[in-house]
Structure formats: C-alpha cells, structure tokens
C-alpha cells in the first residue's frame, strides 16, 4: 500500500512540475503570452505610422500646397516676397 501511494505521489509530482516548469508549462505560456501582446502593440504602433504616411503621401500627390507646405516645414523655404521671423524661446529653468 505504502509502494503504491509513494508510486502515485511521484507520478503527481512529474506531472505537477510538467504542468509548471515542463517545456510547455504554464510559466512557458505566461512568456509566450507576453511575447505576443508586446508584438501586437508594436505592430498596432506601425500600423498608426503607416496610416500617417500613406495620408501624407496622398496629399503630397494631390495637392501642391501639401508640397509647399512640407518645403517650409522641412527645409526653412520662403517665398521672394515674404519676411522670415524666427522665434526662439529660451531655455526654462526648472
């Protein structure tokens, strides 16, 4: 009696630590689960980006002030007539 009660905690066990710490135990699935949502939210982010892109690749090819517009932005461009201010804050002590 006492061989087969020693015999069936010892297959408990076995299959206890397969369940935690085996290969595909929960600890592994916990991990893989992590994995997962931190490439959802990273491919969620990229999806954001590419959104942002493609508007702005449409407006580029649409519209001409769009080009203008990112010519001012991107490379300080003005126009013959026009009078160029630039406004600069100083630094803040915090």
């Known amino acids: 009696m006492r061989l087969a009660l020693a015999a069936l905690l010892l297959v408990l066990g076995a299959l ?7 290969e595909r135990g929960l600890f592994d699935l916990w991990q893989r689960q992590d994995r997962l949502r931190e ?3 990273t491919a969620d982010r ?5 959104r942002r ?3 702005e690749v449409v407006d580029l ?4 002030e769009a080009i203008v517009e990112r010519a001012r932005e991107d490379l300080g461009m ?7 201010i630039r406004m600069v804050r100083p630094p803040s002590e915090e």
Request: proline share 0%.
């Open 16 to 22: 206890q630590y397969q369940l935690w710490l085996g």
């Open 39 to 41: 490439g959802e939210a």
């Open 46 to 50: 990229f999806e954001r980006r590419n």
């Open 53 to 55: 892109l493609r508007a």
């Open 61 to 64: 090819r649409q519209e001409g």
């Open 78 to 84: 003005i126009r013959e007539d026009e009078i160029f």
